[in-house]
């Protein structure tokens, strides 16, 4: 599924308009967004968590040298799934 697929299943969902439902759909993202840079949680209870968390720097490999290479820390985004997420795939 991609965003405008999401959109249209939110549309048909929530009786909005797919423009209505865009916004929505932008406003969720843009939280989300928001809330991960000031090192925040979004808990979704029975979804699941979004969080920042920080990768150390380390020595990988350039694949076509074999060249040892330096890669900076960096925080990456996170999603741990929910209990009923989890449920509702398997």
């Known amino acids: ?6 959109i ?4 048909t969902k929530a009786d909005l308009s797919k423009a209505d439902a865009g916004r929505a759909l932008e ?3 843009g939280a989300v967004k928001t809330t991960l840079k000031k ?8 979804f699941g ?3 920042v968390s920080e990768r ?3 020595t ?12 900076k820390k960096a925080k990456v985004p996170k999603f741990r799934p929910g ?3 989890k449920e509702a795939v398997n």
Not at 1 to 6: F, G, P, S
Not at 39 to 46: E, F, M, N, W
Not at 60 to 71: D, L
């Open 1 to 6: 599924m991609n965003k405008t697929e999401l």
């Open 8 to 11: 249209e299943h939110i549309s």
């Open 27 to 29: 406003a969720f993202i």
């Open 39 to 46: 090192k925040g949680t979004v808990t979704l209870v029975g």
């Open 49 to 51: 968590t979004f969080a």
């Open 56 to 58: 150390a720097a380390r």
């Open 60 to 71: 990988g490999r350039n694949p076509r040298t074999g060249e040892a290479i330096k890669i």
């Open 83 to 85: 209990k009923a997420l």
